[in-house]
C-alpha cells in the first residue's frame, strides 16, 4: 500500500502541516527570506564557524526547514482502510466470520453483520466464487488474486485475498499465534473489463469480416473435370489468429486438360485475404491463355509486386494432361506436391522451386510428375506441416505417412489428412488443402473413355486419311449420327488448317470422356491461328469460324518442345 499517497488525507497530517504553515508564516514577518536555497545547501548545512550547533535554517537564504516526515506508527490502520476507494472486507476463523468493512464496500454492497460467517453475511462474495479461494489462502497461508469476477449488478472486480495474523487472548492471557484473518481486497475493474470486451468484440466483428471475405473469395463450388476427382478444404486458424491469405482454384483449361493451384499469401487479416483474391482473380485470367505453368507463374510475380511490394505469396501453379497421364509444375516458394500411386507408395514433386512471387528478377522452370490411374496427389499450404519448434520436413514427413494409408474419396481424404496432422479449430494457422484422383476405370465406366490418335505425312492423301479415320473411330464409339457427321467435319477442317499453315510433325487426336467429345490437331508451327471474318472473294479463311461456330468451344495453345496444338470439344447429349 502506499501511504504516501494517502497521508496528506490524515487527519494528524493535516494538524501537523497547518502548524508548518504558521511557523512559516511567522518566520517570514521577521524578515527572513523566502527565496529557496540550492538543493545541496538546504540538504547539507555547513555548520558555523565558531562552531556553535547547525540552525535547521539557513540565515540569510529565506530556506524554511524541510517538513517532518510523519512516522508510520502514528497512522490507524481503520483510518487507512476507511479512505481507500476499494473495496476492503476483513474475515476471521475458519469459518470467516466478518470483522471489519470499510466505507467503500458498505457503500456498494450496503452494511452487513460483523460476526456472522461470510457465506452468511456477504453472499457477493459467492456470487463472485471466492469462497472457496478463501479456503485456499486460508489453507496455504499464501495470498491469491482473482481477476475479472463479475457481479450480479455487472460489475467486474481484481479480487486479493492476503493472509494476516492477529493476537488474541485466549483463557490464560497469552495470545493465540494461530488466530488468523484475511483481508479481502476488491478492485471495481468494471470500465476496464468493459473496454476489454469492446476491443475483443471489435477484434472479432473484424476477424469475422476477413474469414468472409476469405470464404467469398475461394471458389464457392470447384469445378470437376471429366478426368479428375478433385476436393479441397479451407480451415481458417483460430479465435486468437487473424486470418491468413491461403486460396486453392480448379480452372477447366479445355482439351481435357485442368490447371490446379494453391497459394498463402504471407500476411494476416482483410488486406492478406483482398490480395488472395487480386491473386486467384489474375490466375484464372492467366490460365485462360493456356500457358506453360512457369510462365503462368512469371506474370504472377510481375503483378504481386504491384499489388503490393510489402506482401509476397508462395504459389503451386499445377496443369493436368490427361493424355500424357501428367501433372506440368511450377512451384513460386510453395511447399511439394505430394503423389500417392495405387500401391501406396508415396514420392514428392522434385524441383524445380522459384522464390515467392512479389520478390521479382527470377525465371522460373517447370516439371513435371506422372500421374497414373488409381494415383492421388496433394497440394497443400504451410499451416497444415508447420509446426513451432520443429522443422518443416518433419511435418511434411508426417503428411506423407498420413498419405500412405489414406483411403477413399478426396474430400474423405482432405478430413483425414486434418485429422491425422492435428488440424482443429484452435489451429493457430490458416490450412488449404487439395486433392485430386486420377480413377482407375474399369468395367462398363472404362467403356466412357476412349482415346485416338493418327500420324498425318502431309501430302494430298492427309485430308481424306483424315475423314476417313475420325468417321471409324466415332461410329466405332457408337455416336449418334449428327454427332459423327459434326466431328468428321471438325477433324476435316482442323487438319485441312494444318496441312495448309502448320509443319510437321501433325497428329490428329480424338478422346472421349463420359460428357464430351475432343479433337485435337498438332503440328510443328508456333503461329496459333486465331478467328477472322473472311471477305466473300476469300476462298480461305474460313476454318476457325466454321469450327467456332459448330463446336462447344475451341482453343490453341503452345505445346512444350516447340509447336502448337488446334483443338474443339462437342458436349454429349444427356442420355
Same mark, same amino acid.
Given at each position: 500500500?502506499?501511504?504516501?499517497?494517502?497521508?496528506?488525507?490524515?487527519?494528524?497530517? *493535516?494538524?501537523?502541516?497547518?502548524?508548518?504553515?504558521?511557523?512559516?508564516?511567522?518566520?517570514?514577518?521577521?524578515?527572513?527570506?523566502?527565496?529557496?536555497?540550492?538543493?545541496?545547501?538546504?540538504?547539507?548545512?555547513?555548520?558555523?564557524?565558531?562552531?556553535?550547533?547547525?540552525?535547521?535554517?539557513?540565515?540569510?537564504?529565506?530556506?524554511?526547514?524541510?517538513?517532518?516526515?510523519?512516522?508510520?506508527?502514528?497512522? %490507524?490502520?481503520?483510518?487507512?482502510?476507511?479512505?481507500?476507494?476499494?473495496?476492503?472486507?476483513?474475515?476471521?476463523?475458519?469459518?470467516?466470520?466478518?470483522?471489519?468493512?470499510?466505507?467503500?464496500?458498505?457503500?456498494?454492497?450496503?452494511?452487513?453483520?460483523?460476526?456472522?460467517?461470510?457465506?452468511?453475511?456477504?453472499?457477493?462474495?459467492?456470487?463472485?466464487?471466492?469462497?472457496?479461494?478463501?479456503?485456499?489462502?486460508?489453507? %496455504?497461508?499464501?495470498?491469491?488474486?482473482?481477476?475479472?469476477?463479475?457481479?450480479?449488478?455487472?460489475?467486474?472486480?481484481?479480487?486479493?485475498?492476503?493472509?494476516?495474523?492477529?493476537?488474541?487472548?485466549?483463557?490464560?492471557?497469552?495470545?493465540?499465534?494461530?488466530?488468523?484473518?484475511?483481508?479481502?481486497?476488491?478492485?471495481?475493474?468494471?470500465?476496464?473489463?468493459?473496454?476489454?470486451?469492446?476491443?475483443?468484440?471489435?477484434?472479432?466483428?473484424?476477424?469475422?469480416?476477413?474469414?468472409?471475405?476469405?470464404?467469398?473469395?475461394?471458389?464457392?463450388?470447384?469445378? *470437376?473435370?471429366?478426368? @479428375?476427382?478433385?476436393?479441397?478444404?479451407?480451415?481458417?486458424?483460430?479465435?486468437?489468429?487473424?486470418?491468413?491469405?491461403?486460396?486453392?482454384?480448379?480452372?477447366?483449361?479445355?482439351?481435357?486438360?485442368?490447371?490446379?493451384?494453391?497459394?498463402?499469401?504471407?500476411?494476416? $487479416?482483410?488486406?492478406?485475404?483482398?490480395?488472395?483474391?487480386?491473386?486467384?482473380?489474375?490466375?484464372?485470367?492467366?490460365?485462360?491463355?493456356?500457358?506453360?505453368?512457369?510462365?503462368?507463374?512469371?506474370?504472377?510475380?510481375?503483378?504481386?509486386?504491384?499489388?503490393?511490394?510489402?506482401?509476397?505469396?508462395?504459389?503451386?501453379?499445377?496443369?493436368?494432361?490427361?493424355?500424357?497421364?501428367?501433372?506440368?509444375?511450377?512451384?513460386?516458394?510453395?511447399?511439394?506436391?505430394?503423389?500417392?500411386?495405387?500401391? $501406396?507408395?508415396?514420392?514428392?514433386?522434385?524441383?524445380?522451386?522459384?522464390?515467392?512471387?512479389?520478390?521479382?528478377?527470377?525465371?522460373?522452370?517447370?516439371?513435371?510428375?506422372?500421374?497414373?490411374?488409381?494415383?492421388?496427389?496433394?497440394?497443400?499450404?504451410?499451416?497444415?506441416?508447420?509446426?513451432?519448434?520443429?522443422?518443416?520436413?518433419?511435418?511434411?514427413?508426417?503428411?506423407?505417412?498420413?498419405?500412405?494409408?489414406?483411403?477413399?474419396?478426396?474430400?474423405?481424404?482432405?478430413?483425414?489428412?486434418?485429422?491425422?496432422?492435428?488440424?482443429?479449430?484452435?489451429?493457430?494457422?490458416?490450412?488449404?488443402?487439395?486433392?485430386? *484422383?486420377? &480413377?482407375?476405370?474399369?468395367?462398363?465406366?472404362?467403356?466412357?473413355?476412349?482415346?485416338?490418335?493418327?500420324?498425318?505425312?502431309?501430302?494430298?492423301?492427309?485430308?481424306?486419311?483424315?475423314?476417313?479415320?475420325?468417321?471409324?473411330?466415332?461410329?466405332?464409339?457408337?455416336? &449418334?449420327?449428327?454427332?459423327?457427321?459434326?466431328?468428321?467435319?471438325?477433324? %476435316?477442317?482442323?487438319?485441312?488448317?494444318? @496441312?495448309?499453315?502448320?509443319?510437321?510433325?501433325?497428329?490428329?487426336?480424338?478422346?472421349?470422356?463420359?460428357?464430351?467429345?475432343?479433337?485435337?490437331?498438332?503440328?510443328?508451327?508456333?503461329? @496459333?491461328?486465331?478467328?477472322?471474318?473472311?471477305?466473300?472473294?476469300?476462298?480461305?479463311?474460313?476454318?476457325?469460324?466454321?469450327?467456332?461456330?459448330?463446336?462447344?468451344?475451341?482453343?490453341?495453345?503452345?505445346?512444350?518442345?516447340?509447336?502448337?496444338?488446334?483443338?474443339?470439344?462437342?458436349?454429349?447429349?444427356?442420355?
Amino acid at each position: 500500500m502506499n501511504f504516501t499517497r494517502w497521508s496528506a488525507r490524515f487527519p494528524g497530517t *493535516q494538524r501537523r502541516a497547518a502548524a508548518r504553515n504558521e511557523h512559516a508564516a511567522a518566520q517570514a514577518k521577521r524578515g527572513e527570506g523566502s527565496v529557496p536555497a540550492a538543493r545541496g545547501a538546504a540538504a547539507h548545512p555547513a555548520p558555523p564557524p565558531d562552531g556553535s550547533p547547525a540552525d535547521p535554517t539557513v540565515r540569510g537564504t529565506g530556506t524554511a526547514p524541510l517538513p517532518a516526515v510523519p512516522a508510520l506508527d502514528e497512522l %490507524s490502520v481503520r483510518e487507512v482502510l476507511g479512505l481507500l476507494p476499494a473495496l476492503v472486507a476483513l474475515v476471521h476463523g475458519p469459518e470467516h466470520r466478518v470483522a471489519y468493512l470499510n466505507d467503500a464496500y458498505t457503500a456498494g454492497f450496503g452494511p452487513r453483520t460483523t460476526g456472522a460467517p461470510a457465506h452468511e453475511a456477504l453472499p457477493e462474495l459467492g456470487d463472485l466464487g471466492l469462497l472457496p479461494l478463501l479456503d485456499q489462502v486460508q489453507r %496455504s497461508g499464501k495470498p491469491r488474486t482473482a481477476k475479472n469476477r463479475t457481479a450480479r449488478g455487472g460489475s467486474s472486480y481484481t479480487v486479493t485475498c492476503t493472509p494476516v495474523e492477529f493476537p488474541k487472548a485466549d483463557t490464560d492471557g497469552e495470545p493465540d499465534p494461530h488466530h488468523s484473518g484475511i483481508l479481502v481486497h476488491l478492485a471495481d475493474v468494471t470500465d476496464h473489463a468493459e473496454a476489454v470486451d469492446r476491443l475483443r468484440a471489435s477484434e472479432r466483428r473484424q476477424r469475422e469480416a476477413a474469414v468472409t471475405l476469405q470464404r467469398s473469395l475461394l471458389p464457392q463450388e470447384l469445378e *470437376q473435370p471429366d478426368d @479428375l476427382r478433385v476436393a479441397a478444404t479451407y480451415q481458417p486458424g483460430g479465435t486468437e489468429a487473424a486470418v491468413g491469405g491461403d486460396w486453392y482454384d480448379v480452372i477447366t483449361l479445355g482439351a481435357g486438360r485442368t490447371a490446379l493451384v494453391i497459394g498463402d499469401v504471407m500476411g494476416r $487479416g482483410v488486406r492478406a485475404a483482398a490480395v488472395m483474391g487480386q491473386l486467384r482473380t489474375a490466375v484464372r485470367a492467366y490460365a485462360r491463355l493456356d500457358l506453360p505453368p512457369h510462365e503462368v507463374l512469371q506474370l504472377l510475380d510481375g503483378l504481386a509486386a504491384e499489388i503490393d511490394a510489402s506482401q509476397i505469396a508462395t504459389c503451386v501453379y499445377a496443369v493436368h494432361d490427361p493424355n500424357e497421364g501428367l501433372l506440368a509444375y511450377a512451384s513460386a516458394g510453395h511447399l511439394p506436391i505430394l503423389v500417392r500411386d495405387e500401391d $501406396g507408395t508415396v514420392r514428392r514433386a522434385a524441383d524445380p522451386t522459384g522464390p515467392p512471387l512479389g520478390t521479382g528478377g527470377w525465371l522460373h522452370s517447370s516439371g513435371t510428375i506422372a500421374l497414373g490411374p488409381g494415383s492421388t496427389a496433394v497440394l497443400y499450404t504451410d499451416g497444415l506441416v508447420e509446426r513451432r519448434g520443429e522443422d518443416i520436413d518433419e511435418g511434411v514427413a508426417a503428411l506423407e505417412r498420413a498419405l500412405s494409408g489414406a483411403q477413399g474419396t478426396p474430400a474423405i481424404i482432405c478430413d483425414r489428412l486434418m485429422r491425422a496432422l492435428g488440424v482443429d479449430a484452435d489451429h493457430d494457422d490458416d490450412v488449404a488443402v487439395m486433392v485430386l *484422383q486420377q &480413377p482407375a476405370r474399369t468395367g462398363a465406366d472404362a467403356e466412357l473413355f476412349h482415346n485416338a490418335a493418327l500420324e498425318l505425312l502431309g501430302g494430298v492423301e492427309a485430308a481424306p486419311r483424315a475423314r476417313a479415320f475420325a468417321q471409324g473411330v466415332l461410329a466405332s464409339w457408337r455416336f &449418334p449420327a449428327e454427332l459423327c457427321d459434326l466431328g468428321v467435319l471438325a477433324a %476435316s477442317e482442323l487438319v485441312a488448317n494444318s @496441312l495448309q499453315h502448320g509443319t510437321p510433325p501433325m497428329r490428329l487426336r480424338l478422346r472421349r470422356t463420359d460428357r464430351r467429345l475432343i479433337i485435337e490437331v498438332t503440328d510443328g508451327d508456333d503461329h @496459333l491461328p486465331r478467328r477472322r471474318r473472311a471477305e466473300p472473294a476469300d476462298e480461305t479463311g474460313r476454318g476457325i469460324s466454321i469450327i467456332a461456330t459448330i463446336a462447344s468451344s475451341w482453343g490453341t495453345r503452345r505445346i512444350p518442345g516447340g509447336g502448337k496444338a488446334v483443338w474443339c470439344e462437342f458436349a454429349l447429349p444427356d442420355k
